[in-house]
């Protein structure tokens, strides 16, 4: 038996559950990272459809200019495999605590940034490119970010709570989007001139107070004791895991493949909502723009009350199941979900909204952090998990909102094309689901 920072380790078992200030404490880092990344993320999308447009590339025409700007979001996307590898490399190697700090710091310092930039009147085509520049770094952060909570959150939960606990991470998710959604809704409100001049940066600044809480918190967290331990076994067997990306490669390919297939649905579906829905309600159907906020705020609340619930749900009957129930109800929703946005009715454009993220989403979300983490051990388990998603991100999710702004041009205006993008995609979240689930178990 041994003790590294406080934690008592006990030879090739499963560390002790760790009391609850230390739970508490692992699950509000976790969370207030996720929470930013969201924000920085659903803040570029919301711009991106409003005022990135117009300001960073004005040359393009009203399409021309929203294709570039959601073509600048998804450059994000790019390198978050890359970031994702290398920090979780780290994580894995040294632990997950100074892989966290890292995450949250790159991204907090690339989001004030942006809010900082000089705009295409001020320098012409040097504004666009340093924007490029920061949605890199920004990317490369969040690459790891996401898969780091979860790792940690994961090896702090006690058995039988790895879903809820989990769940609460992709609850934060929609804080994330609500509070960025939010910002926009505030400045919206101000004259055009107003938001075009200056209003447009408050979201992108305000996000510098999250940021210094959450590095605040990440400093003071101790190491998981899940981590220690395999550390620990791993030195009395002298063995040395200098390339976690080396192993699991090595050891759990099937998982890697199906893992990533497993998160397709859930990418193009939260990305729809958080991101393109947004602009297709203001610049295809000519909504009101504080009106297409207010719904995405009101079903981005749904969206927090219901993960958590469907996290616990999956304690309970098995992530796999509530996974799969996610999944199915985007593919039978993605037709009904746009006819209702059709509408151009604030009403129903709300419910569709509400129910997109209460029951897609929430299904989808609470299942999917425990799903993956029980795909792999703890020695790479910050590897497995974030090449997984990091990937299909770079695939599936950043693309989507360029992907589906193109496909209702090409098809007239018609959301035609957007349904059945997404209904694919949540076809191969099923399948892949339903070939892994068994290998799905907690470690």
């Given at each position: 038996m041994s003790t590294v920072q406080g934690t008592i380790v006990e030879a090739g078992r499963r560390p002790a559950v760790p009391d609850h200030a230390k739970v508490r404490r692992a699950v509000t880092?976790?969370?207030?990272?996720?929470?930013?990344?969201?924000?920085?993320?659903?803040?570029?999308?919301?711009?991106?459809?409003?005022?990135?447009n117009r300001l960073f590339f004005p040359q393009f025409s009203e399409l021309g200019g929203v294709l570039a700007a959601f073509a600048t979001f998804a450059v994000g996307f790019f390198i978050r495999p890359l970031g994702g590898v290398v920090i979780a490399h780290f994580g894995d190697r040294f632990g997950r605590k100074p892989a966290l700090v890292f995450t949250i710091a790159s991204m907090g310092l690339a989001t004030v940034a942006m809010g900082l930039l000089p705009t295409y009147s001020d320098v012409g085509i040097l504004a666009p490119i340093l924007l490029v520049l920061f949605r890199l770094l920004q990317g490369f952060g969040?690459?790891?970010?996401?898969?780091?909570?979860?790792?940690?959150?994961?090896e702090y939960a006690a058995p039988g709570r790895r879903s809820l606990l989990t769940a609460i991470l992709q609850s934060a998710t929609v804080v994330g989007i609500m509070l960025a959604t939010l910002c926009f809704l505030a400045v919206s409100s101000?004259?055009?001139?107003?938001?075009?001049?200056?209003?447009?940066?408050?979201?992108?600044?305000?996000?510098?107070?999250?940021?210094v809480v959450a590095l605040y918190i990440r400093r003071n967290l101790d190491e998981t004791p899940e981590y220690v331990e395999a550390m620990e076994r791993a030195a009395r067997k002298r063995r040395?895991?200098?390339?976690?990306?080396?192993?699991?490669?090595r050891h759990s390919p099937k998982e890697l493949l199906f893992g990533f297939l497993s998160v397709t649905g859930h990418n193009a579906n939260a990305y729809i909502l958080s991101a393109f829905a947004l602009s297709y309600m203001t610049n295809t159907l000519g909504m009101p723009r504080v009106e297409a906020l207010s719904a995405v705020v009101i079903a981005a609340f749904t969206g927090i009350v219901t993960t958590p619930i469907m996290g616990a749900i999956a304690d309970r009957i098995g992530n796999a199941k509530v996974y799969i129930f996610g999944a199915a109800f985007t593919f039978l929703?993605?037709?009904?979900?746009?006819?209702?946005?059709?509408?151009?009715?604030?009403?129903?454009a709300t419910l569709a909204m509400s129910l997109g993220y209460g029951l897609g989403f929430g299904g989808l979300a609470g299942a999917q952090g425990a799903f993956l983490a029980n795909l792999f051990p703890t020695r790479y388990r910050f590897s497995g998990i974030a090449l997984t998603r990091e990937i299909n991100s770079l695939l599936i999710a950043g693309p989507t909102p360029f992907i589906a702004s193109a496909l209702v041009a090409a098809a007239g205006g018609?959301?035609?094309?957007?349904?059945?993008?997404?209904?694919?995609?949540?076809?191969?979240t099923i399948v892949a689901v339903a070939v892994i689930r068994r290998r799905s178990v907690e470690r």
């Open positions: 880092a976790a969370t207030i990272g996720t929470v930013i990344e969201w924000f920085d993320y659903t803040l570029y999308g919301a711009a991106s459809g409003l005022v990135i969040a690459g790891a970010e996401y898969a780091g909570a979860v790792t940690l959150v994961s101000a004259p055009e001139a107003v938001l075009l001049g200056w209003a447009w940066r408050i979201p992108f600044l305000v996000s510098a107070v999250l940021f040395e895991h200098k390339v976690p990306v080396g192993e699991l490669l929703f993605a037709i009904p979900f746009f006819a209702l946005l059709d509408t151009k009715n604030v009403v129903l018609s959301p035609r094309y957007v349904a059945a993008y997404l209904m694919v995609c949540c076809a191969l």
